[in-house]
């Protein structure tokens, strides 16, 4: 339970990972035009000595988020989804946790109100005008520093300027986060 609880709260401070779906058309929206994306892939999340890994499955658009997280063989460990005024969390134990928005729901499972609301920029590699970043030699977003977290792009899908991030690494007070999206699936 406390894993599942771990990944779920954790898995939302990451940032994003990608190779393209292949099925995908080969012509891509502007990074700044993205709506909505589903991201496929495996996430691993340190704490102290506690460490833990599962896969990832998001599905994220203008009104919606849902986030499966499961462990090696698939089996799911949790949900989370968001929409409506409604953000909800339940565990592979059935136990289940409600509030108004992601942040909220961060707040009353873990204590501490999370930049959920954040993530699908940082996942996508985009800045907000309050955070400190720096760009690699193709222009794309390296590192970014924002409330409190610094997240590094550590691999993109290729070296073209428009490339989804493939690897990240997110930090914090002594967590850390790494992404790999395995798939993008994309859309305007």
């Known amino acids: 339970m406390r894993r599942a609880l771990l990944a779920a709260g954790l898995l939302a401070l990451t940032a994003g990972c990608a190779t393209v779906d292949l099925s995908a058309p080969v012509s891509r929206p502007a990074r700044e035009t993205i709506e909505a994306f589903r991201i496929e892939g495996r996430i691993a999340v340190r ?7 599962a896969g990832i499955d998001w599905r994220h658009d203008a009104q919606s988020d849902e986030i499966v997280v499961s462990g090696p063989l698939g089996q799911g460990l949790a949900r989370l989804t968001a929409g409506g005024g409604t953000a909800l969390l339940e565990t592979a134990d059935q136990k289940r946790f409600m509030a108004a928005d992601l942040e909220g729901l961060s ?4 204590g501490t109100r999370l930049p959920v609301s954040e993530l ?15 760009q690699d030699e193709a222009g794309r977003l390296a590192g970014l520093a924002e409330q409190g977290w610094v997240i590094e792009y550590l691999r993109y899908e290729s070296g073209a ?3 989804l991030p493939e690897l990240l690494l997110a930090r914090r007070e002594g967590v850390e986060v790494r992404l790999k999206i395995d798939t993008w699936s994309l859309a305007r």
């Open 161 to 163: 300027r428009d490339a």
């Open 47 to 53: 704490h102290g000595s506690e460490s833990f890994s």
């Open 120 to 134: 699908a920029r940082w996942v996508l590699g985009r800045t907000s005008s309050g955070g400190a970043a720096r």
């Open 107 to 110: 707040e009353q499972v873990f």
